[in-house]
T-cell receptor
Framework: QQPVQSPQAVILREGEDAVINCSSS?????VHWYRQKHGEAPIFLMI?????EQKGHDKISASFNEKKQQSSLYLTASQLSYSGTYFC???????????FGAGTQVVVTP | EAQVTQNPRYLITVTGKKLTVTCSQN?????MSWYRQDPGLGLRQIYY???????DKGDVPEGYKVSRKEKRNFPLILESPSPNQTSLYFC???????????FGNGTRLTVT
């Protein structure tokens, strides 16, 4: 079953913060985060591994709550370049499935 | 340049005419996977391959076949395409399941 992302969409002004959540119905081995611009392929942001620490990339960071089977992506002091659709991908076993959520569309306005 | 190459980028075909979408990576990656992307549904996994010996179904494998005869190539085969297979397809590869996925540029398929 695909992970559930929320919200579906968010509109921000430059400099504002946002949180995107990703929930799984199964225990998580790892969580991937990607961003996709319109008409392009998804681009890797970060991976959080079971038992690992919170990751960060510039002003984008993420957390992984194993007990709640959730991950959250934090967009801090958003920039125009943060606009796009964000996908979480979850790995719930070691057999090879990497399932993505439906995506969260982020629009950052001047 | 390290990359995942998909061909063709665009394809229009008719119902029932067999087609193959090729995918090749030059990064010596073990893991390869195919996804389809439809509005509102995100990326849904069709097939994946952990290595040349292990290939398995994803969440939406019906109507598709794959082949992993060598590490670098992972073609997607539609034996008898139908209009509900009209979609944007992405091939992706990574060193392992817990490594970053590298995506190809996508193939936009239209089946009439």
């Amino acid at each position: 079953q695909q992970p559930v992302q929320s919200p579906q969409a968010v509109i921000l002004r430059e400099g504002e913060d946002a949180v995107i959540n990703c929930s799984s119905s199964k225990a998580l081995y790892s969580v991937h985060w990607y961003r996709q611009k319109h008409g392009e392929a998804p681009i890797f942001l970060m991976i959080l591994l079971k038992g690992g620490e919170q990751k960060g990339h510039d002003k984008i960071s993420a957390s992984f709550n194993e007990k709640k089977q959730q991950s959250s992506l934090y967009l801090t002091a958003s920039q125009l370049s943060y606009s796009g659709t964000y996908f979480c991908g979850t790995v719930t076993d070691s057999w090879g499935k990497l399932q993505f959520g439906a995506g969260t569309q982020v629009v950052v306005t001047p | 340049e390290a990359q995942v190459t998909q061909n063709p980028r665009y394809l229009i075909t008719v119902t029932g005419k067999k087609l193959t979408v090729t995918c090749s990576q030059n990064m010596n990656h073990e893991y390869m996977s195919w996804y389809r992307q439809d509005p509102g549904l995100g990326l849904r996994q069709i097939y994946y391959s952990m290595n040349v010996e292990v290939t398995d179904k994803g969440d939406v494998p019906e109507g598709y076949k794959v082949s992993r005869k060598e590490k670098r190539n992972f073609p997607l085969i539609l034996e008898s395409p139908s209009p509900n297979q009209t979609s944007l397809y992405f091939c992706a590869s990574s060193l392992s399941l817990n490594s970053p996925l590298h995506f190809g540029n996508g193939t936009r398929l239209t089946v009439t």
